[in-house]
């Protein structure tokens, strides 16, 4: 029998492998939950890891891909990925860096990087939580708009109805208090985000694909960083209105950024232009890694320490959107 793979690689080797320097590779961590313990100094909050064989203990997580579903193996979830990009990841890299400054950019490199986008974007532990964060505050605020207009006694009345228990009127009023003030929370499989992504591949890949690539690198001296939220979009806060939302990936103004290399990164948008590969300055470089680095999620992954990153791992600084319902 073959062993069960538990260790699901949300951040695939193949590609973080693109971000070493020297052989190495930084981790700030920077999630809320390195800062609970006050114990640990910003100091410890920054490693190293040394060539591909360190990178196997990063960008994963126990059982994220675990579906509990017979006839469902552990390993078919990153099967489906591999073979949706990842497989093809080191060749697409080696033809752009032969590809001169200024070219265009092949129909065929587009859409095989469109894919690989649509599958970091949609494998990730920060998807997960947007998912079934979304679904949460959605759920509910129909749950308190519900029993707000329900009494005690009605509660008891349901609750003997559907279960054959039977509850006080005390108790069903302290449910319904916490129900209306939503002191309560929900848990979901791993099978809820899974679907929802895998079932949204062709859309996010046709969105991605609809939009104008450039692509830009940069010299040795300027690097890329990368994340654990790799895929970053947003559409820029002076165009956000009622129309455009700052998640908006159909939004006419909606700029999305993924760093391919420590040389290379992606801009997709909607903006007129050509889909080239150019040259990278500093203001750019800095504008991506800016990005990056904010809508990060638990990891920063960078090929040299970078001062702009310390205040990361010096106070906890949220991703910086939230799913709100008014």
Not at 295 to 318: G, R
């Amino acid at each position: 029998m073959s062993e069960i793979t538990i260790r699901n690689h949300y951040i695939p080797q193949t590609y973080l492998k693109h971000f070493l320097l020297e052989d190495t590779l930084f981790v700030y961590k920077k999630g809320e939950k390195f800062f609970k313990n006050l114990s640990i100094t910003a100091e410890k909050r920054i490693f190293g890891v040394k060539g591909e064989e360190g990178l196997k203990n990063i960008g994963l997580e126990n059982n994220l891909y675990t579906l509990e579903i017979n006839g469902v193996r552990n390993d078919d979830v990153e099967n489906i990925f591999s073979e949706l990009g990842e497989k093809d990841y080191d060749s697409i890299i080696s033809s752009l860096e032969q590809t001169p400054i200024g070219s265009e950019v092949s129909k065929d490199i587009k859409e095989k990087l469109c894919m690989f986008m649509t599958c970091m974007r949609i494998r990730t532990p920060q998807f997960k939580h947007e998912i079934e964060e979304s679904e949460s505050v959605i759920t509910k605020h129909f749950m308190s708009e519900d029993f707000s207009r329900k009494t005690a006694k009605q509660i008891v009345s349901d609750f003997k109805e559907t279960s054959g228990l039977e509850i006080t009127e005390d108790e069903a009023e302290k449910v319904r208090k916490d129900i209306v003030d939503k002191k309560f929370s929900f848990e979901y499989p791993n099978a809820y985000f899974l679907k929802f992504g895998l079932m949204n591949i062709e859309a996010h890949f046709q969105i991605f694909s609809g939009m104008k690539m450039v692509i830009v690198r940069s010299n040795n001296k300027r690097h890329f960083i990368t994340s654990d939220n790799p895929v970053v979009y947003f559409v820029p806060s002076e165009k956000v209105d009622f129309y455009n939302n700052s998640k908006n990936l159909m939004s006419p103004y909606v700029e999305l950024f993924f760093p391919i290399t420590r040389n290379m990164a992606i801009s997709l948008s909607r903006r007129d232009g050509k889909e080239i590969i150019k040259t990278a300055n500093r203001e750019m470089v800095d504008i991506l890694n800016y990005n990056i680095s904010h809508n990060s999620f638990d990891f920063i992954f960078t090929p040299v320490k970078m001062n702009d990153l310390i205040k990361f791992v010096k106070e906890y600084i949220h991703y910086p959107f939230e799913f709100r319902m008014s």
